[in-house]
């Protein structure tokens, strides 16, 4: 069974620009969960899609955004960036959501803005 | 606010040694407690999860527990390996899926 997949796996980009990352689910999956990690911040929650609705939100600015398509795949967009943004952002798949099924994690895509 | 700590911060075994990492939360209300590794430049991979319910799960060589009324837990390791070596990191499952992670514990050892 193929893991999670995230692209791409890394991005360089400028202040003020936009980019969309992308995570595929573990087959079967229909929870979506992203992650923003940091070395000063560590491991911070973005938010959760299941069955295409937000379902939980974290503590961001409005220029992160996320969706989730019918087939499970996920893409969040980041706006404006700022220097603040490079990060590794990781995606997790779930089969339900609240259930105590583990997540599975993605590699991540490695994000530097320059 | 939900805060996660871990100790220690760093580890440094030599191979064969049985250890314990410890993790601690503020708010008791939790769906589960999840224990992950992450080498450099991976994702992470998924070791315990412990529903609120429980007392403590095992896996292989690994043993996590869990005292939701005291806001902890811990991983036990045993007969630690240099393929152990990694940052473990302990989150708790608040609402949905969304989990709040500690800062993690870098593991070597030392062969």
């Known amino acids: 069974k193929a893991g999670v997949t995230q692209t791409p796996r890394y991005l360089i980009k400028t202040r003020g620009q936009q980019v969309t990352l992308s995570c595929s689910p573990i087959s079967g999956h229909r929870s979506v969960s992203w992650y923003q990690q940091t070395p000063g911040q560590g491991l911070q929650f973005l938010f959760e899609?299941?069955?295409?609705?937000?379902?939980n939100k974290g503590n961001f600015p409005g220029r992160f955004s996320g969706r989730q398509f019918s087939n499970s795949r996920s893409e969040m967009n980041v706006s404006t960036l700022e220097l603040g943004d490079s990060a590794l952002y990781l995606c997790?798949?779930?089969?339900?959501?609240?259930?105590?099924?583990?997540?599975?994690f993605g590699d991540g895509t490695r994000l530097s803005i320059l | 606010k939900q805060e996660v700590t871990q100790i220690p911060a760093a580890l440094s075994v030599p191979e064969g040694e049985n250890l314990v990492l410890n993790c601690s939360f503020t708010d008791s209300a939790i769906y589960n407690l999840q224990w992950f590794r992450q080498d450099p430049g991976k994702g992470l991979t998924s070791l315990l999860l412990?529903?609120?319910?429980?007392r403590e799960q095992t896996s292989g060589r690994l043993n996590a527990s869990l005292d939701k009324s005291s806001g902890r837990s811990t991983l036990y390791i045993a007969a630690s390996q240099p393929g152990d070596s990694a940052t473990y990191l302990c989150a708790v499952n608040e609402y949905g899926n969304k989990l709040v992670f500690g800062a993690g514990t870098i593991l070597r050892v030392k062969s």
């Open positions: 997790a798949s779930s089969y339900g959501t609240g259930n105590n099924q583990p997540q599975h």
């Open positions: 412990i529903q609120s319910s429980q």
């Open positions: 899609y299941f069955s295409e609705t937000q379902r």
